[in-house]
């Protein structure tokens, strides 16, 4: 059973240019979150997706940021017109989505650096 | 809304000692669950240990326990017998049953085990 994978696992961009990123769920997990993390802080939710839909988006999330979850499986978070500020590591986890108290599993994140 | 907080900004340990690492919640909310998440300077966030609110008895995983102490809404981790390969930074946090589940983390504890 392979883990929760991210692509790409760094990228360095300038402002104003678009960014995506992939993340690839453990099989058959119908939860996946997208958190992010800046230095020297713990990971902050983004959203929550259960299968395809879209159940959940945090004030972070401004309309620059994307997220999509087009067949139930992969998912990719696109940001808009980067600026410095989001620089950062961008965490996805997922769960089984069967009910009751589930742990998420994470990814190894792909660190972002705006220039 | 719900906020963990950990005190401790950095911990340094003789190796084979036991270190307890702090970690105390607020929430209104009576159904919740507790985790512990380690961090590699790889950045992945790995899942480590779990309590449920109504778990009467202490949650343990090998060398890892969770010492909850809900009348003091604390949730310390506690490693016994230490490792170097245990330097790492250490996150608690806490999600409700309801909705998505989303993790709402602390801000970390650096533990640093030395030889």
């Known amino acids: 059973d392979t883990g929760v994978s991210q692509n790409p696992r760094h990228k360095i961009t300038k402002r104003g240019q678009n960014v995506t990123f992939r993340c690839d769920p453990i099989s058959e997990h119908n939860r996946l979150y997208w958190y992010r993390q800046t230095l020297g802080q713990g990971p902050e939710f983004l959203t929550y997706f259960q299968n395809e839909a879209q159940l959940e988006k945090s004030r972070l999330l401004s309309d620059r940021f994307s997220a999509e979850r087009p067949k139930g499986s992969f998912s990719t978070l696109e940001i808009q017109r980067t600026e410095q500020g989001d620089s950062a590591m961008y965490l996805c986890a997922s769960s089984p989505g069967q009910g009751g108290w589930e742990t998420q599993y994470f990814g190894p994140g792909t660190r972002l650096l705006v220039l | 809304a719900q906020k963990i907080t950990q005190t401790q900004p950095g911990m340094f340990v003789q190796e084979k000692e036991a270190v307890t690492l702090d970690c105390t919640y607020d929430t209104s909310d009576q159904s919740y669950g507790l985790f512990w998440y380690k961090q590699p300077s790889s950045g992945e966030m790995i899942f480590l240990i779990y309590?449920?609110?109504?778990?009467?008895q202490n949650a343990t995983e090998g060398r890892y326990s969770l010492n909850f102490q809900k009348a003091r809404k604390s949730a310390n981790l506690v490693i016994s017998a230490s490792q170097l390969g245990d330097s790492a930074m250490y996150f608690c946090?806490?999600?409700?049953?309801?909705?998505?589940?989303?993790?709402?983390f602390g801000q970390g504890t650096r533990l640093t085990i030395n030889p």
């Open positions: 946090a806490m999600s409700l049953i309801q909705g998505a589940q989303k993790l709402v």
């Open positions: 309590q449920g609110s109504y778990d009467e």
